[in-house]
C-alpha cells in the first residue's frame, strides 16, 4: 500500500492546510478555495466509491482523472508529500527487503507514480498498480486478482503490508495471501 503506509497521513493533512493558508494569505484565494472544494468532492467520491461495493464507476473517474483533482495533486499533495517525506522507518524496512532480493511493489487505490517520485521513493518498486485503473478500489476482489495475474505470482507467495485493515487486510484476507497490519509502526515487518 501507500497511502497512509509510506508516510504519515496527519502529517500530509497538515502540510495541505498550511500550504492551502498560504495560499489565502498570499491572495491566492481561488486557489484556496478549489483546493477545499477538491478535498471534500475527493471524500464524498471516496465514500460512495466503497459504500457502492468499490467498482469506480465513469464518475468517480472523471473527477480523480479530471482537472479539480489533477490541479490539487500538482499544486498541493505532490509538494506536500515532497515536504512531508516518508516515514523513516519505512524506508530501513525496504532497504531490508531490498537487500534480501524480494520484489516489491506497491498496490495503491488510486495513482502512486508521482506519489512515490515525491517521497523520493519511486526507483524502490518495481511496478506500481493502481486500483483506479483496475476500475476498483480496495478490498473490491479485482484488485488483487489482476495484481496476482500480472505478477504471475500464487496468493501464498505475496505478503501484504497496509495501514487499514478495512482496505488492505481485506483486500489481503479475500485473495488469500498474508497481511501485516502497520501504522508509522514497521516492527511486525522484521519477524515477516
Request: with cysteine.
Amino acid at each position: 500500500d501507500l497511502d497512509g503506509t509510506l508516510y504519515d497521513p496527519t502529517a500530509l493533512r497538515q502540510a495541505v492546510a498550511r500550504r492551502i493558508a498560504r495560499a489565502v494569505a498570499g491572495g491566492r484565494w481561488a486557489s484556496a478555495r478549489e483546493a477545499g472544494k477538491a478535498i471534500r468532492q475527493h471524500k464524498a467520491v471516496d465514500r460512495r466509491v466503497r459504500s457502492e461495493g468499490g467498482r469506480v464507476d465513469p464518475a468517480a473517474l472523471a473527477f480523480w482523472t479530471g482537472p479539480l483533482w489533477s490541479a490539487f495533486t500538482e499544486d498541493y499533495l505532490l509538494p506536500c508529500l515532497q515536504e512531508i517525506g516518508p516515514y523513516t522507518e519505512a524506508v530501513s524496512v525496504l532497504d531490508a527487503i531490498a537487500r534480501s532480493g524480494r520484489r516489491q511493489v506497491v498496490v495503491s487505490d488510486f495513482d502512486g507514480e508521482d506519489k512515490l517520485s515525491a517521497l523520493g521513493l519511486r526507483e524502490r518498486f518495481g511496478e506500481v498498480f493502481s486500483g483506479l485503473r483496475m476500475g476498483a478500489l480496495k478490498p473490491h476482489p479485482v484488485v488483487m486478482s489482476t495484481v496476482l495475474g500480472r505478477l504471475e505470482l500464487p496468493p501464498e507467495r505475496v505478503l501484504h503490508v497496509g495501514d487499514r485493515a478495512d482496505t488492505d487486510i481485506a483486500a489481503a484476507d479475500g485473495a488469500g495471501m498474508a497481511s501485516v497490519l502497520v501504522s508509522g509502526r514497521f516492527d511486525a515487518l522484521r519477524d515477516a
